[in-house]
């Protein structure tokens, strides 16, 4: 047994212990947001804005609200979280309201707290905005009226149990009059005002689950409890027309107002009818709408547009629009209507999670905006035939995913993603380039052929970094690697003399990131190397526990084992060793590495959290969240930790405080008490969007303060280059090639021929050419390079008197660009202005900023350049050969140093990449 870091922490949960709110549970990770979280139970409501011409919808989620654009459907708002979940939830035009327990919050911009209507009683089920009032019935029948502006209690009437109210509607133009429905059949129109009971209308015996306002005046339609829908005129208590609905209990009612004599009715099945008042009959069916009741349904004013809702965490827009009067999906919002069971990150993918429920789908959920969240479908045998019937009846539906892996590498290519199934030992694929399952089921044929392995189960999953290879576990034992493009098997990974990997389950499988080496653990309690290729048995690490999961960190080669005694043993596959040992002190769920593999973030059955730290091998941060937890996992920059949860449908990030602030990462105290931390809410886009300004502002990033400005130098004896761009001084050899390059071609212009060219006698005459001009005479032009005056450079050499001033020289060539300095050092020259000594001081120059070490890049370039132009007049004068060797011995000081520190630096880093923690 080699030498292994072990570490212990006893920590005492308090049971029963609520979230804390004043107080950060975590120092490293905060509540961000929520993901996947669209509608719940509570029937939506709407309200349509004049100014912006446009109607928002509002629904219920859990203990706060979301508000859609019906334009797009689009998130824009989400209110501030309550105390408990919402009970109820009205609107009217300018107020949004809740309830929770007794309490009522009147909303402003769905989160501005304008109003609360507090009272005895008990808790609240119903709301209707009343025109200045406000009418709320709570559990004990009680029906209480509020004067909305002074939030005073203005009435209370108590009904006994055989008038149970289940249904509240204000008709229009009725002043202060309200509808009351009951559980018992009969319903009563109430003056509010007065106090006075109007009328009762004996009803038909079913209880009242809807009453809606019709497009007509004194009609309304009544949705009772056995599927019947009456059209009912309330001002001569008449009933107009009557309806069937086969599907039982009525969850709610619609009227179309865009001119359509349309009504929309739903039912538990989720299956939608539309009914032609004009005619009295059924027009079309919309089935399988949603995957449950259709609580909520809204017809947008004018707008041949409907909305629904319903507990599948599902808002549709329907537009009804075809030839046969029915309604189409035009846009949808929708989560898992089942709690999701594992998450992960699409591996390279910052912004991507990928999630699995127990409704049998595969999502994928954007960190950045809902507008880029992809639905992949239902797990399915025949996506055909499911198609065809609907998925909601689909006799082929998978169950559903425990585990699946992803590889992004060829995802464009082939199916990405493969999946294993609960009680199933076929495997799916899934392409997450086109949303969708793949076309092939991984079974081996030993499945089929062998009757004591009929009932195998796949455990474990995964895919190779090149993306090619699926690797499959199950619980008898067997490893086995199939091509995920074409779906045929590769090879078995089994022992000699042995038909399988491990004598009991395979709990984990992983494949390193360069494919030479695949590791699978199994309760027989040993932890398995296979040579990738060819399936050979390299060796194995015994473990003093069995163990329930496997995670590899593939970029550092770690390998982390989760163990049924509560432990963690962390194994480095190159040398195949246990370096350290975490005792969790329970049961893991799931564990995830940081990116950089420093942490090791371990979720446990007992509703915690614990971040590891490897090197150290102690736990430097523990806290508990209030719901137990399902699966875990850290993206691949390092910003956001994702966490799903029991009874949950959603996903929860918690940002890593610290990449944005100084945190503290000292081990824990062994009597370390955890504290609980409150599951983060929702959040638009517009909402992250100010809090990041609140906390920019919060911070001072927004304050004007003065500008640090970097010296030149850190220090002497560092070598500092310039803030030049390239562009100035990386050309410089080559100006020459360049201006040919890009020199303009002029053509040459042809000479005028006489009219009559001369010719010589005889019998072949031929034509006399003009004879050419003396090509040897003199030219009169005088020769001015004497004559040339300096340049600004060679003026400045010469006048310097120190080396200051000559440092002065190259920071005047730092001004010019690259033509300019190219003139400037070939004007140095004796023939062009220059003289001997110029040349020497700008040498002496150059040599001064070497020994300063500073504007390194271009001193070189300036250098290049002057040898490269002036180096024959160099070897004909002794004082320019001379300097120009201290240049050479300075420039081999430089080197020498400086590739010292370079190699220093590969062979630092070369340790820490192949040493073991």
């Not at 970094?465 to 490893?479: K, Q, R």
């Not at 390059?741 to 009219?755: G, R």
Request: net charge neutral; hydrophobic share 35%.
């Amino acid at each position: 047994m080699p030498d292994v870091f072990e570490i212990e922490v006893e920590q005492e949960v308090e049971k029963g212990a609520e979230p804390d709110s004043s107080l950060e549970a975590s120092k490293i990770f905060h509540g961000y947001r929520s993901l996947g979280f669209v509608c719940n139970q509570i029937p939506l409501v709407s309200r349509y804005m004049e100014r912006r011409k446009e109607c928002f919808l509002t629904t219920a989620i859990g203990a706060t609200t979301h508000t859609y654009a019906s334009s797009r459907l689009q998130l824009v708002n989400v209110g501030v979280p309550h105390d408990r979940d919402i009970q109820a939830l009205a609107a009217d035009k300018f107020h949004t309201y809740t309830a929770v327990g007794n309490l009522i919050y009147a909303w402003k911009r769905g989160s501005e707290l304008q109003k609360t209507y507090s009272g005895e009683g008990s808790d609240i089920r119903l709301l209707l905005p009343f025109g200045y009032h406000l009418i709320s019935v709570d559990a004990d029948n009680a029906l209480k009226v509020w004067d909305i502006d002074s939030t005073k209690l203005f009435l209370e009437l108590s009904f006994g149990s055989t008038f149970r109210i289940s249904v509240l509607l204000h008709p229009k133009t009725y002043v202060n009059k309200a509808l009351l429905g009951s559980e018992n059949g009969a319903f009563q129109l109430w003056n509010l005002r007065t106090a006075k009971q109007i009328h009762t209308f004996n009803g038909w015996g079913e209880p009242v689950t809807v009453l809606t306002q019709s497009p007509a005046v004194d009609v309304v339609g009544i949705g009772l409890a056995n599927g019947d829908i009456y059209i009912h005129n309330i001002k001569f208590d008449e009933t107009i027309m009557k309806f069937s609905q086969d599907w039982g209990y009525i969850t709610s009612l619609a009227f179309r107002t865009d001119g359509s004599s349309i009504m929309i009715s739903g039912s538990t099945e989720g299956h939608m009818a539309i009914w032609d008042l004009e005619e009295r009959k059924i027009v079309t069916q919309v089935r399988d709408g949603h995957r449950g009741p259709v609580t909520g349904m809204q017809c947008l004013p004018n707008e041949p547009i409907m909305v629904t809702s319903s507990p599948d965490n599902a808002l549709k827009m329907w537009i009804f629009d075809e030839a046969d009067g029915g309604a189409r999906q035009l846009k949808l919002r929708e989560g898992h209507s089942k709690p999701p069971t594992y998450i992960r990150f699409h591996k390279t993918s910052n912004e991507m999670i990928l999630s699995a429920g127990q409704d049998s789908t595969l999502r994928a959920f954007s960190t950045v905006a809902d507008v880029l969240n992809r639905n992949m479908g239902q797990a399915s045998w025949n996506r055909k035939k499911a198609k065809r019937v609907g998925i909601k009846h689909d006799p082929g539906k998978l169950p559903p995913i425990t585990k699946f892996d992803s590889e992004p590498t060829r995802q464009k290519e082939w199916d990405s993603i493969a999946a294993c199934h609960s009680g199933l030992s076929t495997v799916s694929t899934w392409h997450y380039d086109c949303s969708r399952m793949g076309d092939h089921k991984l079974r081996h044929q030993r499945f089929k052929q062998d009757a004591t392995l009929k009932h195998a189960i796949s455990t474990s999953v995964s895919l190779s970094a090149c993306g090619n290879f699926v690797f499959i576990g199950t619980d008898s034992g067997h490893l086995d690697r199939f091509n995920i493009q074409s779906g045929i098997h590769r090879l078995t990974y089994s022992k000699l003399k042995a038909d399988r990997a491990h004598n009991g389950a395979v709990v984990g499988v992983e494949a390193d990131g360069v494919n030479h080496v695949v590791v699978s653990a199994g309760t027989d309690g040993d932890v398995c190397f296979w040579r990738f290729k060819k399936g050979e048995f390299l060796g194995s690490v015994t473990l003093n526990a069995l163990p329930t999961g496997l995670l590899l960190h593939r970029e550092s080669g770690l390998l982390a084992v989760s163990k049924e005694n509560g432990y963690i043993d962390i194994i480095e596959i190159d040398t195949r060793k246990i370096v350290r040992r975490l005792n969790n002190n329970e049961l893991v769920v799931d564990m995830t590495f940081s990116p950089d593999s420093r942490w090791l973030v371990v979720a446990g059955e007992k509703k915690s959290i614990r971040v590891w730290d490897l090197k150290n091998a102690s736990l430097i941060d523990h806290f508990l969240v209030t719901k137990p937890l399902t699966s875990i996992t850290f993206s691949p920059s390092g910003d956001f930790l994702a966490t799903s949860h029991k009874e949950h449908l959603g996903i929860y990030l918690w940002s890593n405080k610290t990449l944005f602030s100084h945190v503290s990462l000292r081990p824990l105290e062994c009597n370390y008490k955890p504290t609980f931390a409150a599951l983060p809410g929702s959040r638009s886009e517009e909402q992250l969007k100010a809090e990041d300004k609140d906390i920019e502002d919060e911070l001072g990033m927004d304050v004007e303060t003065d500008e640090y400005k970097s010296p030149e130098q850190l220090k002497e004896d560092l070598i500092t280059l310039s803030y030049l761009p390239t562009s100035r001084w990386k050309h410089l050899l080559h100006i020459d090639a360049i201006r040919k390059l890009h020199k303009p071609k002029v053509s040459a212009k042809p000479k005028d021929a006489p009219f009559f060219l001369p010719t010589t006698s005889g019998l072949n005459p031929t034509f006399i050419l003009p004879e050419n001009k003396k090509e040897d005479e003199e030219s009169r032009l005088l020769q001015l390079g004497a004559l040339q005056s300096m340049n600004p450079l060679a003026k400045r050499l010469l006048e310097a008197a120190s080396e200051n001033d000559l440092l002065d020289c190259i920071q005047f060539l730092k001004t010019l660009g690259p033509s300019a300095i190219d003139l400037e050092i070939r004007s140095l020259a004796p023939d062009l202005g220059g003289s001997d000594e110029i040349m020497l001081k700008f040498l002496s120059g150059i040599e001064f900023a070497m020994k300063k070490r500073t504007d390194f890049d271009v001193v070189q370039a300036y250098l290049s350049l002057f040898l490269k132009v002036h180096g024959s007049a160099i070897s004909e004068n002794s004082d320019l050969v001379e300097k120009v060797k201290s240049l050479l011995e300075q420039q081999s000081l430089d080197w020498i140093k400086l590739q010292k520190e370079i190699n220093y630096s590969l062979c630092l880093l070369s340790f820490m990449k192949h040493s073991v923690l």
